[in-house]
Every structure is written in structure tokens, then in C-alpha cells.
């Protein structure tokens, strides 16, 4: 029986499947595509290829320093100004004595991005990581985006090269992979005018690979950005892994519409629908065929729908993270945190083998399969 009555999907399959690369038209075929079951089948073989039934988590932490941000991003529900009262601003004892109060043995990863505050000095960013490692020996610091890199660069008036050097040197693991919202200038004016402009963040990624640290990347959809802007990000960042190879996972971040002016601009209340989350990690896997990992992300798109996106190319599930605020501020219903236990159920219930690995995606422990009834 042929599995798709989609020529064009047909045509597709036959080059993801002799692991030739897709060109931009045929990415925007699997996003147009009515047959969702022939392109789950597509995200799920180069998902399996690469990694099996293997699926990825950390035992990890999330610390937001400061929410203070004078940049306005019109998305965001996090950022507060100065002297509002809902402003936090942590020192670097705050940081350390935030991370002992909440910590609990086994954890790898601390992921902390943060506001872009206007007047910390910068010896103040080095100083943090610094006594990080020092208190939590072993810690992986997962910190500071591309935007943040800009930022501290401006303030330290040196090149991002030498800030990410610096850093590199206080005890910094790798970047995550924020900030990079959707690189089309069109969206970007609208969205995030006074944030790293696109070329600048994927020049510090680059800089970054230079280092040896290894970075993630994301895309915030489900806002104003059409299909076509949607695949040139991930175009551009295709382009980038070929150069440095350096990306460890790709994470669609689902627009959570409330408390920003964006959303209110647009007269938006809704979330992203569940079928356009799984299209859009099913198109990302197939179509960034050198990125290791897709990332679903359950912060925003729920742990059920996350289980579910295990067959729509997804092979990590970030992790159990603890405290998450950017998200929650602009509406996320799902928990602040999770513990690991109840990710490694999610992995499993989903028939797939939950592998605990660290930051930079050493695997600590794979937990193996069990038999488990659907009622369990
Ligand atoms: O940079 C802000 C985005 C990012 C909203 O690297 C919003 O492993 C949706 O980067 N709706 C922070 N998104 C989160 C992030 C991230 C998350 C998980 C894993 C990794 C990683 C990185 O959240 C921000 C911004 O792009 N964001 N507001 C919003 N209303």
C-alpha cells in the first residue's frame, strides 16, 4: 500500500530517506502538506536514525538573576523596569544562597538567562559564574544568550569574542539558545527592535563554536511570522551548524500570548494549537538534518502534548528545571518545574528510553524500557 497519496510528500520521502538534504521549497511543502501522518513518519525515521528510541533529559535548574530589561520586546511578559515593584535583581551572594536553597543532589545544569539589566558592571557577570562553580563543584553553568553576550559586551567595551572568552574562563559551560526569536527583519522590527539584530546573533554562536563552547538555538512562532520566516530561521541556522557544527538542539518556543503587548496589539488570548507545535517540530527535524537534537519544550507546550511530540522527531525534553518565570509571566499553564521521575514516566509511557545526560549531552544514565500499561 503507498503510504502517501501526497506526490510531492512521496518525492520528499525518498530523499529523506536516502538522507539527502531537502531544499527550501520542499521544507515548505512539509509545512503545507495535509498529510500529517506522512510527515510525522518523516520527522519520526531521521529522529529513530539518530538516536533510536533514546530520548534525552536533564536534571537541571533555572535561575532568572534579574528581570529588569530595558529592551521591550514587545513578546515578552517577564521584563520590568527599574524601581517597579515586581523587579527582582540578584547579587552574587543572592545567586549563590538562590541556588543552595533550591538545590537538590544530582542536578547537572544550572540554565540561567536573564533581563538585560542597564547598570551592572561587567566584572559582575565573570564574578557569578565564578562563585557558581566555586559553591556547586561539578555545576554545568548553561548561561547567557546571544542577546545577553551583546549587551555585556557594550557594557564591558570589549568585542563578544573576548566577553565570551572571559566567561569561558570564570567556568561557563555552553550557551542556551534564547534570544534568537525569528531572524526575518520584517518580524524582528515588529517583535524585538532594539534586540540583537540576527546576523549579530548568529555571529556569536559562531564565536562561540570557535571556543569550544557549544550552544543551542531556538524560534519563537505563533505570532506574526509567516511559514516562509519561519523556515529561513531555520535555514539560517542550518547554514551555521555546516560552518561550526556546533549547535547541540533546536527549540521552537510556542508564543504564549498574555501579559505582552504583542499579544494584546493583536487582540491574541489563544495558545499555539497542538497540531501546529507538532508540525513545526516535525518540519525542524527533517528539515535541520545536522542539528543532533529537537527539543520539545514541555515549559511551553504542555507534558502531554511534549509525549505525544516524541514521534514528531523530538529527542529531548529539556528538563526538570525547577523554576521557570519568562514563560509563566506571559500565561504557560504547566508546572514551574518537574521532577525527574515524572519525566522519565513521560519518556516511557511514550514507549520510548529516557537517557539522563548533562549539559553537554554526555549520557549519565539510560533508564532502560519497562513494559508499562497504558491505564498505568
Ligand atoms: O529568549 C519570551 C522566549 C526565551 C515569550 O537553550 C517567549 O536549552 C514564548 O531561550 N512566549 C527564553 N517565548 C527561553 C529559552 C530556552 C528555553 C528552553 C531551553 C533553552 C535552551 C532555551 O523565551 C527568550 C524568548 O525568546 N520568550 N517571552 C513568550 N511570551
Redesign the pocket.
Given at each position: 500500500m503507498k503510504w502517501t497519496r501526497d506526490p510531492r510528500l512521496a518525492a520528499i520521502a525518498e530523499k529523506v530517506e536516502a538522507g539527502e538534504r531537502l531544499d527550501f521549497e520542499e521544507g515548505m511543502h512539509l509545512y503545507r502538506t495535509r498529510d500529517l501522518n506522512g510527515l510525522m513518519r518523516l520527522a519520526n525515521l531521521t529522529r529513530e536514525r539518530l538516536h533510536g528510541d533514546k530520548t534525552y533529559f536533564v536534571h537541571s535548574m533555572r535561575l532568572e538573576f534579574t528581570n529588569i530589561c530595558y529592551v521591550g520586546?514587545t513578546?515578552?511578559?517577564?521584563a520590568a523596569r527599574k524601581g517597579e515593584e515586581r523587579a527582582w535583581d540578584y547579587d552574587v551572594e543572592d545567586v549563590v544562597a538562590h541556588v543552595r536553597s533550591k538545590w537538590e543532589p544530582g542536578i547537572t545544569e544550572l540554565?540561567m538567562?536573564s533581563g538585560h539589566h542597564p547598570n551592572r558592571p561587567w566584572a559582575y557577570y565573570p564574578a557569578m559564574v565564578r562563585a557558581l562553580v566555586e559553591h556547586f563543584p561539578g555545576l554545568q553553568v548553561?548561561a547567557f544568550?546571544a542577546?545577553e553576550i551583546e549587551h555585556l559586551s557594550r557594557i564591558a567595551k570589549k568585542p563578544t569574542l573576548e566577553v565570551l572568552r572571559e566567561l569561558k574562563e570564570a567556568g561557563l559551560a555552553a550557551l542556551?539558545?534564547?534570544?534568537?526569536?525569528i531572524f526575518a527583519d520584517r518580524v524582528r522590527r515588529e517583535v524585538a527592535r532594539n534586540k540583537v539584530k540576527s546576523e549579530k546573533w548568529l555571529q556569536i554562536h559562531r564565536e562561540a563554536h570557535s571556543l569550544g563552547l557549544r550552544t543551542?538555538a531556538?524560534m519563537?512562532y505563533g505570532h506574526i511570522e509567516t511559514l516562509e520566516e519561519r523556515l529561513d530561521h531555520m535555514h539560517r541556522l542550518r547554514d551555521l551548524q555546516d560552518e561550526t557544527g556546533g549547535f547541540h538542539?533546536f527549540?521552537p518556543?510556542?508564543?504564549?500570548?498574555l501579559g505582552?503587548t504583542l499579544a494584546q496589539n493583536l487582540g491574541k488570548t489563544e495558545f499555539t494549537t497542538g497540531l501546529d507545535d507538532l508540525r513545526n517540530l516535525a518540519v525542524a527535524r527533517v528539515y535541520l538534518d545536522n542539528f543532533p537534537h529537537v527539543?520539545g519544550?514541555w515549559?511551553?507546550i504542555g507534558s502531554e502534548l511534549t509525549q505525544v511530540s516524541l514521534d514528531w522527531g523530538v529527542s529531548d525534553i529539556?528538563g526538570t528545571i525547577l523554576e521557570e518565570h519568562?514563560?509563566h509571566a506571559?500565561g504557560a499553564t504547566s508546572p514551574l518545574g518537574l521532577s525527574k521521575q515524572k519525566l522519565v514516566e513521560m519518556i516511557r509511557r511514550a514507549g520510548r528510553t529516557p537517557v539522563l545526560r548533562d549539559a553537554f549531552y554526555n549520557e549519565l544514565e539510560v533508564l532502560g524500557e519497562v513494559a508499562v500499561d497504558a491505564a498505568d
Open positions: 520586546c513578546f515578552c511578559a517577564f540554565h538567562s548553561k544568550t542577546a542556551p539558545g534564547g534570544g534568537a526569536e543551542n531556538t519563537l538542539s527549540i518556543l510556542a508564543f504564549q500570548p505582552n527539543k519544550y515549559v511551553m529539556d519568562i514563560a506571559a
